[in-house]
């Protein structure tokens, strides 16, 4: 029989792709200025290989991973102070 993922690695997983999800419809939002909407999106991208390669097991994925969560941990702090930029 196989050896089943852990269910740490199964939601950590999850959690990467709804991260994902969440700077793509950052991307769609019309308020934001165009060179956040373009690193959200590429953080989107960069975040789905990431997820990917945490779900392979590999170790790139979850350097990868914590990478993309930390850029958009910043990308998203002067909103948390500041409010939406007009």
């Known amino acids: 029989m196989r050896n089943r993922r852990p269910a740490a690695l199964t939601t950590a997983t999850v959690i990467c792709v709804v991260?994902?999800?969440?700077n793509l419809a950052?991307?769609?939002?019309p308020p934001i200025?165009?060179?956040i909407g373009y690193a959200s999106l590429l953080l989107?991208?960069?975040?789905?290989f990431g997820a990917f390669g945490l779900?392979?097991?590999?170790?790139?994925?979850?350097?990868?991973?914590?990478?993309?969560?930390?850029?958009?941990a910043l990308l998203a702090a002067?909103?948390?102070?500041?409010?939406?930029?007009r």
């Open 19 to 22: 991260n994902s999800l969440g």
């Open 26 to 29: 950052a991307f769609g939002a």
């Open 33 to 35: 200025p165009r060179p």
């Open 44 to 48: 989107a991208v960069a975040g789905v």
């Open 55 to 72: 779900w392979r097991l590999a170790p790139w994925g979850a350097l990868g991973r914590a990478a993309v969560l930390a850029l958009t």
């Open 78 to 85: 002067p909103g948390t102070s500041t409010g939406p930029v």
